[in-house]
């Protein structure tokens, strides 16, 4: 059984940073392209970046030059550092998995949810 447990949400003010991680655990073949999503009060589910096996890196318009993505294949996690936040961040944000455990096929899971507010 996959799990992704997510940390490092909370309240900040504008212009500060946050941190989210993210971390699968369970016996895991391999791990494709991870990413993270959120949703604002009334919108759908965005993409806010993702990255392959292979550090290929994509970004939300949005967020362009202030979040960086980056993984660490040994510990199966995901890292999103956040800068320069504006309100318009503010969301519930996702992480997600294209991985394989042993006698299954290619997948997506994903993580509980973290809040990340940022207002004064």
């Known amino acids: 059984q996959v799990q992704l447990v997510e940390s490092g949400g909370g309240l900040v003010q504008p212009g500060g940073s946050l941190r989210l991680s993210c971390a699968a655990s369970?016996?895991?073949?391999?791990?494709?392209?991870m990413g993270w999503y959120r949703q604002a009060p009334g919108k759908q589910r965005e993409l806010v970046a993702d990255?392959?096996?292979?550090?290929?890196?994509t970004y939300a318009d949005s967020v362009k030059g202030r979040f960086t993505i980056s993984r660490d294949n040994a510990k199966n996690a995901v890292y999103l550092q956040m800068n320069s936040l504006k309100p318009e961040d503010t969301a519930v944000y996702y992480c997600?998995?294209?991985?394989?455990?042993?006698?299954?096929?290619?997948?997506?899971?994903w993580g509980q949810g973290t809040q990340v507010t940022v207002s004064s």
């Open positions: 990255i392959t096996r292979i550090d290929t890196t």
């Open positions: 369970g016996i895991i073949l391999g791990i494709n392209t």
């Open positions: 997600q998995m294209n991985l394989v455990q042993y006698g299954s096929a290619w997948r997506d899971y």
